[in-house]
């Protein structure tokens, strides 16, 4: 069964205290694995998707990272504004289009 | 950038009627939408697929004659929560892919949070 494990589930860091963030998967075959960010009450907002084991992408203080069991979501020097609930999803061959949500980390970052 | 637009983003609803929830792609079309139930500090449970002009496909416990999807047009889906029941208070939020086979994003609406009384 394709799942998706996401640690830890609560995250507090003070402004400036660089963390990481993990996502464990276990699929049938990866099309893709995603990273999105949400705010209370609203919907999932796009970050990032990685395709291959090795690839890596940026934006802004958050880099992510996958290898062939998980992803990891590097936060350096978090803000206040940082903090939300970060979701990661796969698309895998066994779930047709949908993706499989994991079930978030919340980060709460303090001034 | 993709957007898609989810309304209403709040209703409350009396036990036994029904209530309809809109998805639209505003600037592309998808081919696919997907909505998913959100309970809180849970994750997004995958409820069912659509596809344009054809029957949505259903997860399994999901009772397709209670929540009824329609998926008329390349920009527009509707979930239909028929005879709503207190249990069906929950966040429902719709997705859309577009693209092609190596361009599959996928963009979330803002959901739509149902209360039953």
């Known amino acids: 069964e394709d799942q998706v494990t996401q640690s830890p589930e609560a995250l507090r860091l003070q402004e400036g205290e660089s963390s990481s963030l993990n996502c464990s998967y276990t699929?049938?075959?990866?099309?893709?694995l995603f990273w999105y960010r949400q705010d209370p009450g609203k919907g999932p907002e796009f970050l990032f998707t990685?395709?291959?084991a090795g690839e890596e992408k940026e934006k802004e203080r958050l880099k992510a990272t996958l290898t062939k069991k998980e992803s990891f979501l590097h936060i350096t020097a978090p803000k206040p504004e940082d903090s939300a609930t970060y979701l990661c999803?796969?698309?895998?061959?066994?779930?047709?289009?949908?993706?499989?949500f994991g079930k978030g980390t919340t980060l709460s970052v303090s001034s | 950038g993709a957007v898609v637009s989810q309304h209403p983003s709040r209703v409350i609803c009396k036990s036994g009627t029904s209530v309809k929830i809109e998805c639209r792609s505003l600037d592309f079309q998808a081919t696919t939408m997907f909505w998913y139930r959100q309970f809180p500090k849970q994750s997004l449970m995958l409820m069912a697929t659509?596809?344009?002009?054809?029957?949505?496909?259903?997860e399994q416990g999901v009772e397709k004659d209670k929540f009824l999807i329609n998926h008329a047009s390349l920009t527009l889906s509707t979930l239909t929560v028929t005879s709503a029941h207190p249990e069906d208070s929950s966040f429902y939020i719709c997705?859309?892919?577009?693209?092609?086979?190596?361009?599959?994003?996928?963009?979330f609406g803002s959901g739509t949070r149902l209360t039953v009384v």
């Open positions: 990685l395709y291959s």
């Open positions: 699929v049938s075959g990866l099309r893709g």
């Open positions: 997705s859309a892919r577009m693209g092609g086979p190596m361009n599959y994003g996928y963009t």
């Open positions: 999803a796969v698309q895998a061959d066994q779930a047709g289009t949908a993706l499989i």
């Open positions: 659509s596809n344009e002009g054809s029957k949505a496909t259903y």
